[in-house]
């Protein structure tokens, strides 16, 4: 007997450790779902207390704090601060010393990078109105961004490439990078990656350390106008702290995917995409969501068997079993709305028409068109930014593009009568008697 659409119990426990399953159809699923989706956006006050004290030392103490918190976060064995800014030499050394598949791998990503970004609008305009006045709006790069390349848990050379070139389209006239060097080794990629890129300053400190001393600046690291790029925990927590003075992108979460699936996308393909965010971290989300519960077996199935393969497998079973999910759905569209719910950071339309069910996804990060279009293809090589909206954010925000390093600033120029006259009035009505004598002087 062929269980009904959306129903949990056609889903076979013990395949894989993706312990949670839901269904439309069941009377709980709101309540499961409210609980998949609950997911503290803020660190833990431990967390918190740690970035503080990281943060007021760095202000206090500026490069004698980061040595210090360098040696005990990083194991950075600096004995001066020069020794934390990298030359330029050893981005060459590092890029004339790659393999030259990775190194051809790593170019053509920064074309395809860079020729999406130049595509993007830059905003500006200009023209006059009715009365003479002229009206516009200048678009003016940042002057110096900071960028943060996460490296405890790996090494990120796309990274590098994702949050430098959109910076560099957008003209910004100074790029520094801030990234950790674990026990003092540099990976030559994230090297290479940056002298592909057009790094002008990097320096070997991470954590809150690095995100103090961009936004506040110390004798050898200077200060930023922005914060971009992802990290952990402490970055997190230490970004959100220092916004104001500086400004960030926006508190990077754990790596999310959505996948809605008609049954019509090769299972092992699904299994692979899934598996690939759970390995980013222990507290990655991968849910796939579909009206085929035959085809959600198949796909937990794949799931098992490739598991045991893979060099990050515990991180990938504390993932799956923490906050992944399988969830059977009615129909197609349901499973848009619970997409929704989610506003991932990837969304996945694994399905035969994938055109046609856009219109229906309101909030995600990135929307991937059709099996084909992995997700890993937007990680490293289709062109946009991998700096996404997590937490459900892409309910309001946007991904990390040329916009987010510019300014833009109105501009007003000439004086006409009829618009001083409403300004006046509308002024004087709010009994600001300054501001329409101002304006009646115009007149």
């Not at 050379?157 to 674990?182: C, F, H, K």
């Not at 940056?194 to 110390?218: E, H, K, N, S, Y």
């Not at 497998?313 to 923490?322: K, P, Q, T, V």
């Not at 990390?400 to 618009?419: E, W, Y």
Request: aromatic fraction near 4%; proline fraction near 7%; glycine fraction near 8%.
């Amino acid at each position: 007997m062929t269980p009904a659409p959306g129903k949990s119990a056609a889903l076979k426990p013990g395949l894989a450790p993706v312990t949670r399953r839901l269904a439309s159809a069941d009377a709980d699923f709101e309540a499961k779902l409210e609980a998949l989706l609950d997911w503290q956006a803020r660190e833990p006050p431990e967390v918190v207390d740690v970035a503080t004290e990281v943060i007021a030392d760095v202000r206090a103490n500026g490069d004698a704090a980061l040595l210090r918190l360098s040696r005990r976060y990083d194991d950075l064995p600096a004995k001066t601060a020069a020794e934390l800014e990298l030359p330029v030499a050893a981005l060459d050394a590092a890029f004339h010393g790659l393999p030259a598949a990775d190194r051809q791998a790593l170019e053509t990503a920064a074309t395809r990078i860079r020729r999406y970004h130049e595509r993007q609008p830059t905003g500006a305009f200009e023209y006059t109105d009715e009365f003479g006045m002229r009206l516009g709006q200048r678009v003016t790069p940042l002057r110096r961004v900071g960028v943060y390349v996460p490296g405890g848990q790996a090494a990120y050379p796309s990274t590098v490439l994702m949050t430098v070139i959109p910076a560099r389209v957008a003209g910004v006239e100074e790029v520094v990078v801030a990234v950790p060097t674990p026990g003092g080794k540099r990976n030559p990629h994230v090297l290479a990656a940056m002298r592909i890129a057009g790094v002008d300053r990097a320096f070997t400190v991470g954590g809150a350390q690095a995100i103090a001393a961009l936004a506040q600046g110390t004798a050898t690291v200077p200060r930023v106008d922005k914060i971009v790029g992802p990290g952990g925990a402490l970055v997190a927590a230490a970004k959100r702290l220092v916004f104001g003075p500086v400004g960030i992108d926006f508190i990077a979460g754990p790596s999310e995917v959505v996948i809605v699936a008609d049954g019509t996308a090769p299972a092992r393909w699904l299994a692979l995409d899934l598996l690939a965010q759970a390995e980013h971290d222990a507290a990655a989300q991968a849910v796939l969501v579909s009206p085929d519960t035959s085809h959600l077996e198949a796909v937990h199935a794949e799931m098992a068997k490739a598991l045991p393969t893979l060099a990050r497998r515990r991180i990938i079973e504390r993932s799956l079993a923490d906050r992944g999910a399988l969830i059977a759905v009615r129909h197609l569209n349901e499973a848009c709305e619970v997409a929704n719910r989610f506003a991932p950071e990837h969304l996945e339309l694994a399905v035969r028409d994938a055109d046609r069910w856009l219109p229906a996804i309101r909030h995600a990060g990135a929307v991937f068109l059709g099996a084909g279009a992995a997700e890993v293809l937007g990680d490293y090589s289709a062109g946009p930014s991998h700096v996404l909206p997590t937490f459900g954010t892409a309910r309001y925000a946007s991904p990390l593009g040329v916009v987010d390093f510019q300014t833009r600033t109105s501009i007003i120029g000439g004086a006409a009568a009829p618009v001083a006259r409403v300004a006046a009035q509308i002024a004087q009505a709010e009994g600001l008697t300054a501001h329409a004598a101002a304006a009646r002087a115009r007149m």
